[in-house]
């Protein structure tokens, strides 16, 4: 019999990518691994949903995930359970909860339910552990931007800057073996009244609930990382693309071990072989873009007449991306006849993905992909996507700004010659690099996140931006296509919580 694994308590959960990581976590073929996450909270509808699927399929060992599961994600049925599989169901389900911090109820319900989950433990003898981020606008840099510009806004009023206060309630009554923290760059210099905010919030989580209450140590996670003792606030920011991600996503992750606890471990040694977008994208079936001004028919028809014009338009500036969009027409004309993808596609994508991160995100049971549509433009749009994406190719980086974009591909905005603020307006994610940080900006619209093949003139999909995110392909996000996007632009990658909770697994077990 495997040992009873130990309860992670998943609150600001979003789409579960921290907990995937640590639920997935050594898991195997097996039912469990030495993590099961006991209680998920978020506050939003659909986020909340996807987290009650995924808990459905994490209640199974990956060869006995019943086929109702696949049928679901295949669109085939309503739900993803079956008679036999309803009690199951209904206890996956009763680990997710749709709670607000802050609310005084939800507040409670929180407090009760992680008190039954610590009490649990006690009698077990059994460590648990607490994990989850805040919500990240008021520490975000771009937030902060944001927030500066909105009439009447004082930081010191708003609620977002104090979510973290969740945590020392959490600590100081309940105390776990241990907690992760995950928060934006951004954390370590946003200040109210002249303090920083960081400063605070690293003297809070070790002494939780004052002189009464429990003792953390928060350690550096990195074996780049100074660790002599003395606080150097950059020692807790992890670089994702030097971590075997293939994005470059910049976080503050802060670990706190119950005093007493702490052993000797094995810091995460960073590499420099991230994967690319190619390598994680390519694989999947090739898409097109769709309008919202005019009717496609035929792809071959479209997209010629969509690069020849960027090619005439761009001959003024850019003699070379000119004759590259030139080529790209001719073969365009003799080209697949794409269509814009579907919730699902029949058919195994082909070739693997890199060796570390296949078999954690391919499943040997998906005949086909989910969620993987395009979304719809204006053609104005695709043209400077198309544009975008050859000029790409040919110079290594995507046009920066007005300078670099033909005058007729330059959009309606009264700020757009404005170089600080949209220099990356239209970026595209380079095949042969990382993907720049995925975002929850990817809802609104595709401008940043633009598919690095000028052919499909497109933005990326759900399934395109979970791959590179590091979520399992079997990862279904529920709700609609713009909460998806969301979903997947605010989650923590599953990867990084793999290495987060072989960190907490050496301290714990």
Known sequence: MSPTPIPVVDIFAGAGGLG?????????????????????????????????????YRSFAAREVPKSYYEYLAGQRAEPWTSETEQIWRQATGRVWQLTLGDPNDDRILDERIGKIASGARKK?????????????A????????NRGIAGYVPEEDDRHYLYEHYLHILSRHRPAAFVLENVKGMLSSQIDGSN?????????????GRKGPRYRIVPILQSSQHSGARHPKDFIVRSERLGLPQTRHRVILVGVLE?????????AETGDAPTVADMIYSLPDIRSCSTDEDIRSWRAFSPRILTDCARLARCIDAETARYLRQLASIARSGDELDSGAPWMPGKPKGKLPAHLDGFMRDSRLNGVIQHQARSH???????YAYAAAFAHVHGHSPRGAAEFPQELHPNHKSWKRSDRFVDRFKVQRAGAPSSTITSHLAKDGHYFIHPDPLQVRSLTVREAARLQTFPDNYFFEGPPGSQRKQVGNAVPPWLGHQIAKVIKQILI
């Open 20 to 56: 995937e990581g640590f639920d997935a976590f050594a898991r195997g073929q097996e039912a469990s691994g030495p993590f099961h996450v006991a209680m998920s909270a978020e506050m939003d509808r659909h986020a909340v949903n996807t987290l009650r699927t995924r808990a459905f």
């Open 125 to 137: 003898d059994l460590p648990w552990v607490l994990i989850g981020g805040p919500p990240c606008q």
């Open 139 to 146: 520490f975000s840099l771009v937030g902060r931007a944001r």
């Open 197 to 209: 905010i960081f400063e605070e919030i690293f003297d809070s989580l070790q002494h939780p609930g």
């Open 260 to 268: 007493g606890l702490l052993t000797d471990f094995q810091r995460i």
């Open 378 to 384: 204006m053609t104005s749009d695709l043209m400077r």
